[in-house]
């Protein structure tokens, strides 16, 4: 059994590469990719089994190495001869098996052996291949591997230029405990989402049980106006930058979100909404994977729109720009729905409701904002949950006042309420909201300010 294989190498040794592989029993060359866009869409198209990339290959990122292995490709890098930055940096985004691109004969053998026989996703890249779970597809790979003739192979231990090596173990990012992740989302039209995101994330924070609010809407980020932090912090985009080098972790995380208030961080959104390409979703991914490893509790604060953009567009590889909301309600444990108490809001956090349902199985809490007499009629109350109940089947609401003065005096602060007005009618709604998604019973709110927060950065 030979495999399928693709490559996307740089000019300067491709064809010498070329040759070589095609001479290797174990593999057949099926394309040879003149860019990473061109190779990702092989990928795609189910074309290989095994990709060679070369570390200088233009625009190749963490992201590109991860897509290749959630496409279940094995993925070979190569870099020029000398080249040990590349060489890390390989290594740092998983890419298993690594040699130099002028590796001879008996060294391209050897790291293909060394591939085919790892033959399994990149994180099982140092598990015990007696005990790793092998998945369809894994079959071919293992005769592939039986088929590699070894008289070429240098011998173990003999430390050869171009030996393969093994990736170090994802493990080495931090320890398995894992955060809780809250999004909050809500249809179009403004109902209070990041009103709700920051100061549901005030309520729970305290110096012992830190909390992240990352603000992951691209349609208009909001939280660092609200809570006056200064336009330059790095936030999640550069996070999603560190994320994409493969830099990123919680020490360097803690470094982006500043704490704004005792126990609370911020990880502040696009700071110009014609950014939002920036926000990738493999990179998004591992910002959040960062966050759960740093507290135990996240909140995401999120666009309205649940559209999967690629739908409307033949280029997959492409960014979405609904991927950042798309990829928080992926992650999140729990959703917030957050609708506003007025005829058209109810209206629009009715359909919310069944198209949220068609993107995540996390369990919803919905909570209906700015509730007053003025919109709906005499007690407000009643008519809120009658409204749900009958045209949403949903039971369970919790209400959150509106306070229009209150909340305006926090804005204008730069503060939560928690903070700028603690005796604001709409924080017993969010207390309720804080104790139902942690699980933590708070007690009803206490006057007295909180210190004042501790600076950015
Ligand atoms: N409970 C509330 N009481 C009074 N005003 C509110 C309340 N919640 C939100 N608002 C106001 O509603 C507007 C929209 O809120 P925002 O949180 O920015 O919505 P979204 O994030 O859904 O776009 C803002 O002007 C905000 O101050
Ligand atoms: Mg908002």
């Known amino acids: 059994m030979s495999l399928p294989l693709l490559t996307a190498v740089t000019p300067r040794f491709e064809a010498e590469l070329v040759t070589k592989l095609g001479s290797s029993r174990s593999v057949h060359v099926v394309r040879r990719c003149a860019d990473l866009a061109e190779l990702l869409g092989a990928a795609a198209a189910g074309v290989g089994r095994v990709a060679v990339v070369s570390a200088e290959l233009r625009g190749l990122e963490r992201s590109a190495i991860r897509e290749l292995h959630e496409r279940d490709l094995l993925v070979l890098g190569v870099h ?89 173990s994802r493990s080495q990012e931090g320890p398995d405990a894992e955060g809780r992740v809250v999004a909050v989302w809500g249809p179009v039209g403004a109902p209070g989402r990041s009103t709700v995101a920051v100061n549901l994330a005030a309520e729970l924070a305290e110096p012992g049980q830190p909390v992240i609010l990352a603000d992951l809407d691209t349609y208009g980020a909001s939280v660092a106006q ?83 953009d690629e739908e409307l567009s033949f280029d997959t590889a492409a960014p979405r720009r609904n991927g950042a909301t798309l990829a928080a309600l992926e992650a999140a444990d729990e959703v917030v729905v957050v609708g506003a108490a007025d005829p058209v809001s109810l209206q629009r956090l009715v359909r919310g409701l069944d198209q949220l349902a068609e993107v995540t199985d996390a369990r919803t809490t919905v909570a209906v904002n700015r509730l007053r007499a003025g919109a709906v009629g005499r007690d407000p109350t009643r008519r809120v949950r009658e409204a749900l109940e009958r045209f949403a089947g949903v039971t369970d609401v919790v209400l959150v006042a509106d306070d229009q003065s209150g909340v305006d005096a926090a804005v204008l602060a730069g503060q939560t309420l928690r903070e700028a007005r603690p005796s604001s009618p709409a924080r017993a709604g969010l207390r309720e909201l804080a104790t139902r998604v942690s699980g933590r019973v708070l007690t009803p709110p206490r006057g007295g300010r909180l210190a004042r927060r501790t600076g950015s950065i």
């Open 226 to 308: 609200l809570l006056a932090v200064l336009d330059e912090a790095p936030g999640v985009a550069a996070a999603a930058r560190a994320a994409d080098q493969g830099n990123l972790n919680p020490a360097v995380l803690s470094t982006m979100a500043p704490e704004v208030a005792p126990g609370l961080r911020v990880l502040t959104g696009m700071p110009r909404p014609d950014r939002w390409t920036e926000l990738r979703e493999h990179a998004l991914a591992d910002v959040l994977a960062a966050c759960v490893q740093s507290v135990p509790l996240t909140v995401l604060d999120t666009g309205f729109c649940l559209e999967a």
């Open 80 to 168: 020029r001869p000398g080249d040990e930055p590349g060489e890390r940096m390989l290594r740092r985004w998983s890419v298993p098996v690594v040699v130099p691109a002028d590796a001879d004969q008996a060294q391209l053998d050897a790291a293909l052996a060394e591939l085919l026989d790892a033959g399994h996703a990149p994180d099982d890249a140092t598990a015990d291949h007696t005990t790793a779970d092998h998945t369809t597809g894994d079959q071919d790979v293992r005769e592939a591997a039986d088929e590699v003739t070894t008289p070429h192979t240098a011998a173990p231990g003999d430390g050869a230029r171009g030996r393969p090596e093994r990736t170090p």
